[in-house]
Every structure is written in C-alpha cells, then in structure tokens.
C-alpha cells in the first residue's frame, strides 16, 4: 500500500503564499487520482482541490478556485498545492490522499473515494 507524507504546512500571514508537497512512497501513485483535503477542529473533511493521473485533469472547491493551484511531478513521485492570496479561513490540516481505486470517474471529491491518507500538515493563516 502506498503511503504519502504531507510537507510544507507552517504559520503564514494572510495575503501570503504557501506551497504543500504530497509525496508517495512509489510509483503506483502515478495511477490514481490524488487528492488535497482539509479539516478544522468539529469539522468534517473538506474537498479542496484534485488532479488526474497525468495532470491533465483539476478540479477545486470555490472557497479555493482561483487562489490554489495543484500539480504534480509523477517522476518525483509528488503532488503540490501551490496557495496563494491565504486568508484565515484557509487555516487547518491539510491531507493528501489518492483515490481508493482506479476509476474514470471525474472529479472525485468525496473523501470516502479516497485511501491512503498521510498524517496532514498544519497551516495556520494569522496576523
């Protein structure tokens, strides 16, 4: 089973940018969907952004769409999420996760597609 490690969370100021890195144990990652989630103390799981196999393919929630931008470098084995413009309601853990298995359903953004979670990385948008 791949795993997959979150990286790059830290405290920021709002209007600030911030990149995570999402990065699989192996290669089979290549072959699934992945996907960035977050969570707030009382809350569920949020969808925040998905990529496809290739990378040909994105979807985002639109609390993010036009703010955060996901790519990945299937050689390297990772999936960023590039932030930009943050703001204090983009604060909690965010999570990666790759999609439960191999489908051609598109977007997928139910969390209960997905397995594999990482331990999730804190981002904290404060002044």
Request: proline content about 3%; hydrophobic content about 35%; glycine content about 8%.
């Amino acid at each position: 089973q791949v795993q997959l490690v979150e990286l790059g969370g830290g405290l920021v100021q709002p209007g600030d940018s911030l990149t995570l890195s999402c990065v699989a144990s192996d290669q089979t990652v290549s072959k699934y969907v992945v996907g960035w989630f977050r969570q707030t103390p009382g809350r569920e799981r949020e969808f925040v952004s998905a990529i496809s196999r290739a990378g040909a393919l994105t979807d985002y929630a639109d609390s993010v769409k036009g703010r955060f931008t996901i790519s990945r470098d299937n050689a390297a084995n990772t999936v960023y999420l590039q932030m930009k413009w943050l703001n204090p309601e983009d604060t909690a853990v965010y999570y990666c996760a790759k999609e439960r298995r191999e489908s051609t359903i598109w977007p997928v953004r139910s969390q209960y597609e997905y397995d594999s979670w990482g331990q999730g990385t804190q981002v904290t948008v404060s002044s």
